[in-house]
Structure formats: structure tokens, C-alpha cells
């Protein structure tokens, strides 16, 4: 009687399972740099329409405001979750899409645009109540 080891079986499923592991992972990172790619080219204009609605004097220009104040400084703005839900779905889909191309950019958004921090502090002066 003979006796077969059991040793290729399980070389072969760990082989197989390394290469799906290997296979899973690349394909993660070949989405996170599509995710990125996307955000690139929408998360610019996405930027400008929030911070065109905070630079007027209506409720929803405040939320826009405080919502990029906490994406420029969130220890100083903590975000209010509830000022994404009383905006318009418009400006909100352009908030969490900046939100989600903070994560990815490689710069801070507002550096994105010219004298985005200016804009950044003009805005905090307005929300602190300064000149």
C-alpha cells in the first residue's frame, strides 16, 4: 500500500491563494488610482462651486464656508455633519466629493487654487466675526 503525501495538494492551495491574495491587492490599487485619477479631475471643480457659494451671504454660503474651514483645519472647524444635510443635494455631492479628493490629493485643495489661503482666512474671518 502506498502512502501519497498530501505536501503538493497543499503547496498548490497556498500557491493559488498567495496568487489570488497578490491578484486582489493589485487590482485594490489600481482602483484607488482611478479613484484618484476621478477626484483629480472632479474634485477641482468641486472646490470652486462650494467656495463660490461661501463667498455670498446666505445660509447655504455658511455651511460651505464652515464645511471647507474643515477640510482646511478640522482641529480648529470640526465638521458639523449636519450642515451637509442642509444644503442643497447639488452642493452636497460637491462637499463629499472634496472631502473624498482631500484624502487622495496630494496638496491641500484650497493650494489648488490661487489665493486659496487667503480665501481660507478670509473665510475664518468671517465665521469668527472679524474685520
Known sequence: MTHKSSMPNLSARLSERNHQALE???DAE???ERKASE???KGP???KRLASVANGDTGQSQHCRRILLSIYNSYVWPLELTRLRVIDRELQQAALTVIEWSLYALN???EYTPGGDQLMQDFAAIEKKEP
Open 24 to 26: 486582489a491587492m493589485l
Open 30 to 32: 489600481d482602483e484607488d
Open 39 to 41: 477626484l483629480e479631475l
Open 45 to 47: 471643480d468641486a472646490w
Open 108 to 110: 491641500e485643495p484650497h
